[in-house]
């Protein structure tokens, strides 16, 4: 079985990416894989919640065994089995930071596919230091007639010089 994830930021709409992981894998693998893909420190404590379908977190899984499995021990077909539809992989503890992961859809596996794997993504990685996820990429747009140079100085390109 392959679990189809989408991760987003809690309270902001540009960061979106969408994860493809095999039931198999323990939630230690798929931290790796999150912490690869999306740039982050190896040498942070990191955690993921499994979240009930009220919105309460019922069980925690950290590095080592906080009570519920440590993540290299768990798998995510346990996870699905208990009727957790949502994860939550906090990258931050100091600042409680961290990715939404919303259970989309279950499929079969498929033989000459390899997983995980990011089947889509919006918005760049957030800064796993930073205190709020900024994107100004999609919120500035390029206009065609203005050149900027300085904080204060503009250039229009149709006039000569």
Known sequence: MVYRYKASIPGNKIFMREYEVKGSSSLYS??????????FAPDQIVMFRAIDK????????????????????????????????????????FKERSLHLELLSTEEELARRAYPRLVAER?????????NYDDFEHMIEPSDTELIISDSDFVNEREEP
């Not at 918005?123 to 205190?131: L, R």
């Open 30 to 39: 798929f931290h790796l894989y999150l912490q690869n893909d999306l740039g």
């Open 123 to 131: 918005g760049k990685n957030p800064d796993q230091f930073s205190d």
């Open 54 to 93: 009220s919105g309460k977190v019922r069980r925690e899984y950290g590095l080592f065994n906080l009570g519920d499995g440590s993540m290299d021990s768990v798998v995510l077909d346990k996870i699905y089995k208990e009727g957790f539809p949502v994860l939550e992989y906090v990258y931050d503890m």
